[in-house]
């Protein structure tokens, strides 16, 4: 059995857990890897690419300004979260804010340490990504679309850092960014009318909270038909291998999307919605071995 102090250390663990989003990080770093290896550097052998220094120290800054950047999102919406996520902001307030800004500070200052082994342009990138996250906590997410409009930015840049590496500048690679973004900016306009209550509340300017949320399926709809076109491309016009299997589920997902949205009343229904669209995107993560199911024995010398 635990003792009391193990079991409130534990507790205070999967507290800071919550709020950097563990899993988060870990999906963003698989698809770091994964789309390296599939998409991005697909002639280089296998090895070259999972034992690349370069590359883990990009992924690991990309990591650990992520995991700042949840804090740093924490503590501005700490009281917000108590109306939209009281359970979840219960657990995060096990860890006391002084804390949280500590650990913020040291996860930024290890994150541009590692880009400084990589090159200067790499140490500029990441304090401007610093720099972007807490600017758009602060102030930016405040703004209606241009808050969403940057947070879907922001949420793609550890993949554009990874694109520039790699110098792969094929038409494909933006098609795949752009299915991605479209489906994040939707998800973000999505977790608005999840969160009305608190943003109402906290006097936040957002799309539903000032237009109504009719308007807001007006623009998550038109975002979906939108994420529609690079879908059909990556089926149709380029070669994905058997990855065209998920584009096409992922179709027919968003035309059930679309049609439960405009039956959706309350908080409950958009964050079914919510949870239609993040698996749309961790399903996306995970398929990308469709595209080539024999890399890992073709690759491995």
């Known amino acids: 059995m635990l003792s009391r102090k193990n079991k409130l250390l534990l507790f205070k663990l999967l507290s800071l857990f919550s709020v950097v989003r563990g899993y988060n990080i870990l999906v963003i770093t698989l698809a770091q890897y994964l789309a390296s290896i599939y998409i991005l550097a697909p002639e280089i052998p296998l090895r070259k690419v999972i034992f690349d220094l370069n590359l883990f120290l990009i992924?690991?800054?990309?990591?650990?300004?992520?995991?700042?950047?949840?804090?740093?999102?924490?503590?501005?919406?700490a009281e917000k979260d108590l109306i939209n996520k009281p359970t979840k902001s219960m657990l995060d307030r096990?860890?006391?804010?002084?804390?949280?800004?500590?650990?913020?500070?040291?996860?930024?200052?290890?994150?541009?340490?590692?880009?400084?082994?990589?090159?200067?342009?790499?140490?500029l990138?990441?304090?401007?990504?610093?720099?972007?996250?807490?600017?758009?906590?602060?102030?930016?997410?405040?703004?209606?679309?241009?808050?969403?409009?940057?947070?879907?930015?922001?949420?793609?840049?550890?993949?554009?850092?990874?694109?520039?590496?790699?110098?792969?500048?094929?038409?494909?690679?933006?098609?795949?960014?752009?299915?991605?973004?479209?489906?994040?900016?939707?998800?973000?306009?999505?977790?608005?009318?999840?969160?009305?209550?608190?943003?109402?509340?906290?006097?936040?300017?957002?799309?539903?909270?000032?237009?109504?949320p009719r308007t807001s399926k007006m623009f998550i709809t038109l975002l979906i038909l939108l994420t529609l076109v690079p879908a059909f491309l990556l089926i149709k016009t380029f070669d994905v291998g058997y990855m065209y299997l998920y584009f096409a589920a992922?179709?027919?997902?968003?035309?059930?999307?679309?049609?439960?949205?405009?039956?959706?009343e309350g908080k409950k229904h958009y964050v079914w919605l919510h949870n239609i669209l993040?698996?749309?995107?961790?399903?996306?993560?995970?398929?990308?071995?469709?595209?080539?199911?024999?890399?890992?024995l073709n690759r491995i010398l």
């Open 59 to 77: 992924v690991t800054a990309s990591a650990l300004v992520i995991a700042s950047g949840y804090i740093i999102n924490n503590f501005y919406d």
């Open 94 to 123: 096990l860890v006391s804010q002084n804390f949280k800004l500590t650990t913020y500070f040291i996860l930024n200052f290890l994150a541009v340490f590692a880009a400084s082994y990589i090159s200067f342009r790499a140490v």
């Open 125 to 212: 990138f990441f304090s401007a990504y610093i720099f972007g996250i807490w600017y758009y906590s602060h102030r930016l997410k405040r703004i209606p679309f241009l808050g969403n409009l940057v947070s879907a930015t922001l949420a793609i840049a550890p993949f554009f850092v990874v694109f520039v590496y790699y110098h792969n500048f094929k038409t494909v690679i933006f098609v795949h960014a752009l299915f991605l973004f479209l489906l994040i900016l939707a998800r973000e306009m999505i977790k608005d009318m999840e969160s009305m209550a608190g943003d109402m509340a906290q006097n936040y300017r957002t799309i539903p909270i000032i237009y109504g």
């Open 250 to 264: 992922s179709i027919i997902l968003l035309i059930i999307f679309l049609v439960l949205l405009w039956k959706a």
């Open 278 to 296: 993040k698996f749309i995107i961790v399903a996306g993560v995970v398929s990308i071995l469709l595209i080539n199911v024999d890399v890992v």
